[in-house]
């Protein structure tokens, strides 16, 4: 007989928050990539479809990647492959703010932060299930309330950031965040 979720307890809602904050860094920061692409464009000095594939690399490999996340979580655990995906999402803000050229960028904040947000993510939208039945849908509806969230803060606070310390030090100020 399978072990049911507990539908609660403390561990239970220690997990969603985990999952929340989870959110908050992968969907979040990928929903506000918006705020910092005019700052990428014109430092950078490349196309406008060019510069925003970043951001769209970063999203579909978060997305896309979610079957290798999973067979990760399979082998790591939800705990170690959550952190992981931290520690590699945080290199790829950490190297984007370094970034010279336009292929740094497809790297660092392409390739990194979508693999890291993927394995953050996907960690957390698994590992709900295993705590919840009854309550699994209001406590997903939560905890990807901080993308929204998230969005909606970061977003304009972002340009007056990105005007007082420059967009790669924005980027270092949210690796911290992610992280």
């Known amino acids: 007989m399978a072990r049911q ?4 307890g403390t561990r239970a809602w220690l997990v ?7 959110s908050i860094g992968s969907l979040g920061l990928q929903y506000s990539y918006g705020a910092l692409y005019v700052e990428m464009l014109k430092a950078l000095q ?3 479809a060019e510069t925003a594939f970043v951001g769209s690399l970063s999203m579909g490999l978060m997305d896309g990647l979610a079957v290798a996340s999973e067979a990760v979580i399979q082998r790591l655990g939800y705990r170690r492959t959550c952190l992981l995906g931290a520690f590699v999402s ?3 803000l950490a190297l ?3 970034a010279t050229t336009l292929w740094h960028l497809y790297l660092s904040y392409g390739v990194l932060l979508g693999v890291g947000h993927s394995l953050s993510f996907i960690s957390g939208v698994l590992s709900v299930p295993q ?3 009854t309550r699994s849908a209001r406590v997903n509806a939560v905890a990807n309330g901080g993308a929204g969230l998230m969005a909606f803060l970061v977003g304009p606070l972002i ?3 990105v005007g007082s310390v420059g967009w790669r030090n924005t980027l ?4 911290v965040v992610d992280l």
Do not use: I, N
């Open 5 to 8: 979720p507990p539908d609660g």
């Open 16 to 22: 969603m928050v985990g999952y929340l904050f989870a």
């Open 46 to 48: 490349a196309g406008r």
């Open 90 to 92: 945080f290199a790829g």
């Open 96 to 98: 984007s703010a370094a």
């Open 131 to 133: 705590w919840f039945t």
């Open 159 to 161: 340009v007056p950031l």
């Open 172 to 175: 270092l100020c949210l690796a």
